[in-house]
């Protein structure tokens, strides 16, 4: 089985996408991820990231790697799991 994650998030500039995407895919289980910019203000991003990973991939740790890097989870806006 895997699930995917949906997120609305909020970063700052720094750090930006690329390096926040390579601290999210270290996560244990997380085959992939995407981000997409939906806005930019004067301090902050807002974003919404797709994470797909093994059965095993906790929100819990997304979030952790989220706020060591500054970022808030807004919302969950979709969680799918599915069969391999």
Do not use: W
Request: hydrophobic share 40%.
């Amino acid at each position: 089985m895997s699930i995917t994650f949906k997120l609305d998030v909020l970063k700052p500039h720094q750090p930006n996408s690329p390096t926040l995407a390579r601290a999210l895919k270290k996560i244990e289980g997380v085959k992939y991820v995407n981000i997409r910019v939906e806005e930019i203000d004067q301090k902050t991003t807002s974003i919404m990231v797709l994470i797909r990973g093994s059965e095993g991939l906790l929100l819990d740790k997304i979030v952790e790697v989220l706020d060591s890097n500054n970022c808030a989870l807004h919302s969950v806006d979709e969680v799918t799991i599915q069969d391999d």
